[in-house]
């Protein structure tokens, strides 16, 4: 997998992947940080990994306690990191086009 690299890096955790820093191992690349709680059951993570599709997400999860697991229930796109700001341009190609 060929990886463009942006020229500045921002060394914010939560949407940093190898697409954005060189000190990154493409191929075990991930991380999943929880950024909140919603309500009992559920939960909010940012997502960020060379792997995942979109690189950067943001989930919620409610377990499941027939499962004994969580489940997702909700994944967010987003174009702008909601803890630095940086403009993730690795998701371009999995936001959808705004209808005009």
């Known amino acids: 997998m060929k ?9 914010c955790k939560y949407c940093k992947t190898a697409f ?5 191992d ?21 997502d960020a990994g060379v792997v995942n599709n979109p690189p950067v997400s943001i989930k919620v999860f409610m ?14 796109t987003p174009h702008y990191c909601p803890m630095c700001g940086r403009k993730i341009a690795e998701n371009k190609p999995f936001l959808r086009k705004s209808k005009e």
């Open 63 to 76: 377990w499941r306690d027939d499962l004994r697991q969580n489940v997702t229930v909700a994944a967010i």
């Open 20 to 24: 954005t820093d060189p000190r990154l």
């Open 26 to 46: 493409p191929e075990t690349d991930f991380q999943s940080i929880t950024i909140g709680n919603t309500d009992k059951g559920f939960n909010v993570y940012i």
């Open 3 to 11: 990886i463009r690299r942006q020229q500045k890096i921002k060394d």
